[in-house]
């Protein structure tokens, strides 16, 4: 790409659009280009100071801006560094960094290089209709005159010696004012009869200019913006013709023809390439976004300019409200975004408060509890389309919720006790719309990308196991035994969904992880899909992390839960194989089971070690926690048996034995297992006598006879 450039005038070479996609597709940072950000620093710290060839598509980009608006922000967004990771993990990007080649302070000076480059544009482009220049229009309807500028050292017109310029300041969209008499160097070919398009040398702030478009789109959605052509009797009222400020508004400026949300979209994933996983970066350019002068869409002058928080919101009601009530798709290139900005300013204290608020008034997102029949459009669209990146892009924001409530729960208690009753109530809206909506029903939707159902699955198991973990955050909060002791009605809630009150659309997703473990692992290894591997891995971790944590919860409060929770059945039953993927596995191996015992699968785990150490760590421990749990409130006689659910209990326990034998075998799975052989010779009688004595009971095939002992050298 580098090479086209310097051997090729980029204004020469005729397809530019084309030469845009292909340093987007290049430079623009997503899953299969992890290594954006070290392109992104080298060329901002390498290829921008060689030469201006290098930095030439820029400058044609800057030089057409804001008539082309869409080439200059897309190629800032690509060189940003940032990742387009379709995760709900609030340290994914530092996840990532840490596991490539892109680390976190490429990203970061990358965005730092986009910011201040946008924030500091020198031409600002714009169309003069023929109607609107000397010897065309008449009286007050003449604001621009051809010029002939003489060609010198420092003259930037083209080489007819052809200009413009304006007979009167115009204030243009952004807040900014170009002064009367400025040269406008000549973009296009100059027409008497057509417009022509002319580049003012002017310096203002891009990002301010995209906040006045988010501004024009949403006043004009709702009928508020003004659509007459300069706006003569507003300047005229300012004081004398001639000096009198011409405000121009957004469609006054020639912007090319373009679906409002592709443009809005796009001004909103610039801005989230910047603020994503960069707080400092994030609070400079809310600061820049609020200095300046007034923005030219604003036209109410009793209410008071919408920040860019109240600007999103307004955004996601008009386009969900819209869909809702026609069935229409919901552009999730527009949706996404928004959700995403949300999300990255619960990071600064003085925007946080902002979003919980205007979570509690809007309903659009999560519902409301008076309305118990909410369909949420932004699911219905998504089940029919089966991409899920709205969806995911939500429970994103709803797991940061949960960690801004968590980390700020002390100061936010002590000196602002109202705030976090708002708090709570949101989160309980948020997480019910997740239980209700999301987890008992996308076991059942469509997908057109496996990975979705993976991520989806693996997002809110993790919430929930977050949530379960907050309980020792507000036990050791520093208030108990106080009258106002903080205490989470959503931890509340959660357990009752996946202890007290249980059902079976809740907890078979959970254990249905579990159980088909093995045949999804084998099939998705034997087509070779690696990408659905790893993320059916974490899922698969998490799931038992999550499994764990109930049954601990379970074993610490006894006299609370009487018999066996829903959860302990579950996994003590037989459960159905994802058909989809046993299709693709019996392909290769015909004998593959329909059914699966997620007990049998758990020890199964423990000596896959192509999964790593974290995967049969957790599954030990998991039946560590199980023994306990059916244990607690039942006879000796009546505890079920382990070894009842095992297909191969012999080749099964002999294999756990040499994993205690290996003297280099992973410790910590070691110290994991004999913690679980511990329990299990406390509390499952015959795994106390396979273990102790290494020997099976096998019962007589008749009748007749007394009970053998065959002895196995385990």
Known sequence: MITLIDAEKVETIPDFEGLVEAWIAL???????????????????????????????????????????????????????SMRLENTDPDIGENVASGIATSIQDRQESAKYVHYYFAQLDTYAQVLPPSMRAGLGTGANVFYDRIVDRPGPSSRVSGSG????????????????????????????DSSSEDVVVAWQHKHSGWKLVVDVLLDYVYRRQGLSRTSRYPHAEAAAHGRRGEAPVTLLVGDIGIEEDEEETLVADGLELILSIVQSNAPLTDLLMQSLEE????????????????LVQLIFMILEDVLTRAYSSRAPIPSALVAPCLGVLTTLLSLPNYSNRVWLFLRSSSVLFGSDKDASYNSPILISERNSGTYIMTISLL?????????????????????PRLQTIKEEVLLRAVHFVQNHIWGEHAGWRYMHLLDRFEISRSVIELYSRILDARSVFENSG??????????????????????????????????????????????????????????????EKALYLTRVVLQLKNTSPNIFQGHILLEQALCADHATSSMLLRASRAFSPDASSRANPIDILMHLIGQRELGTAIPIEATRVLTSLCIALAENTSIDARPSLLSYLS???????????????????????????????????????????????????????????????????
Not at 163 to 185: C, E, F, I
Not at 292 to 307: C, F, K, N
Not at 396 to 413: A, D, G, K, Q, Y
Request: proline share 6%; glycine share 6%; net charge positive.
């Open 292 to 307: 300046g002068g007034p923005l030219v869409s604003h036209t109410a002058r009793d209410v008071s300019l919408p920040d």
């Open 162 to 189: 052809t200009a413009y310029t304006n007979l009167r300041p115009l204030t243009l969209p952004g807040g900014t004012t170009v002064p009367a008499k400025t040269v406008g160097r000549l973009l296009s070919s």
């Open 479 to 540: 208030f108990n035994g106080q009258e106002d002791s903080p205490r989470s009605i959503v931890t509340e809630f959660v357990s009752s969904v996946l202890l007290t009150h249980a059902a079976m659309p809740t907890i078979t997703p959970l254990v249905h992880a579990i159980a088909s473990a093995r045949t999804v692992l084998a099939a998705l290894a034997q087509v070779r899909r690696i990408s659905e591997l790893h993320a059916y891995s974490g899922l698969l």
């Open 27 to 81: 430079f623009g940072g997503n899953e299969e280009t992890p290594f954006c950000g070290n392109l992104c620093r080298q060329f901002w710290d390498v290829d921008w100071r060689i030469s201006k060839d290098r930095r030439a598509l820029l400058d044609v980009a800057r030089s057409r801006f804001p008539v082309q608006f869409r080439p200059l922000v897309r190629i800032l967004r690509s060189l940003s560094g």
């Open 396 to 416: 994103r924001l709803v797991r940061t919720l949960v960690e801004e409530n968590i980390s700020r729960l002390v100061p936010t208690h002590t000196d602002q």
């Open 648 to 714: 191969d209990a012999q080749a099964t326990m002999a294999g756990l034995v040499r994993i205690l034998k290996h003297p280099y075998d992973d410790l910590d799975l070691r110290n994991a297992l004999w913690s679980f052989v511990t329990v299990a010779v406390q509390k499952q009688a015959p795994l106390a006598v396979l273990f102790v004595a290494g020997t099976f009971r096998v019962h007589p095939k008749s009748g007749k006879g007394k009970a053998k002992y065959v002895d196995d050298d385990l």
